[in-house]
């Protein structure tokens, strides 16, 4: 069970209000769950320079909902797909993931089962490329913004981050 009691008495300073500080991020950044990567810092950026979206294997396509709520809040002026190196999305299929929920969801409709995106894969590049179309051709986001995504492939050995689209 959690409690907020802990993190209250180590001394929790008030955060300010959006109509205190103004919500301002221009980019949208949608980066993988793994803690080896931190988008802020391999972009330069705080938090009011961008909201960053975590996923398992950093893909938009569960969230470009989002993309539109936000834009529509923030007028925002960039989307980036972050992918990296070692990402576990390599290291499992799409099938694995099929089978586990089954396993742990036998009653679950073939047609939820299989409407559940994922994002694995073997190539990604190829899959950075696919995330970066999938915004582009996507018919809720603004034009414009569309325009604007960029995919982006971090070498978690180098630190090189390189421009794939």
Known sequence: ????????????????????????????????????????ELLGLTDADAVIVRTASGTPARNLSDVAAIDNLTKLTELIVIKHTDCGAVYMTDNQIRAHIRTHNPDIDN?????????????????????????????IIRKELRETASGLLFDITTGKLTKIM
Request: glycine share 6%; aromatic share 8%.
């Open 1 to 40: 069970m959690w409690s907020s009691s802990a993190y209250i008495e180590k001394g929790h300073k008030p955060i300010p209000l959006f109509t205190e500080i103004g919500f301002t991020p221009k980019k949208m950044i949608f980066s993988c769950i793994d803690g080896r990567v931190n988008p802020e």
């Open 111 to 139: 047609q939820v089962l299989n409407s559940v995106v994922l994002g694995t894969t073997h190539d990604i590049v190829e899959r950075t490329r696919k995330d970066v179309e999938l915004i582009r051709n996507s018919p």
